[in-house]
């Protein structure tokens, strides 16, 4: 293989690796999922509780929310009458709602 020919492959090889890491880093899963209840989890109350954890964020439809018990959590939900925050350890009342999206830090 000549010189040149040599350079331009290393440099398409560096270019590969490169993109490759780039969009890897992009697109990292979310962690968060559905658990037992527990004190440590998000507990989303309603007539059928649902409870939270781990990081991230989840696409859900649960209707009739009411509240939020935030356990070992701080993060937000995404409801149909807006964004409610959440901190560590808090609990809240909000009003009955369609909740379309939970994000925990």
Do not use: D, E, P
Not at 83 to 92: A, L
């Amino acid at each position: 293989m000549r010189k040149g020919m040599k350079r331009l492959a290393a440099g398409a090889a560096s270019l590969a690796v490169a993109s490759a890491l780039v969009v890897g880093g992009a697109t990292s899963a979310s962690a968060i999922n559905r658990m037992s209840c527990a004190s440590h989890t998000l507990n989303l109350v309603s007539s059928n509780t649902t409870c939270w954890g781990n990081a991230g964020y989840a696409s859900v439809t649960l209707y009739g929310v009411y509240g939020i018990v935030a356990g070992n959590n701080a993060g937000y939900v995404q409801g149909s009458l807006g964004t409610s925050y959440f901190s560590k350890y808090q609990t809240k009342s909000i009003s009955y709602q369609t909740i379309s999206g939970i994000r925990i830090y």
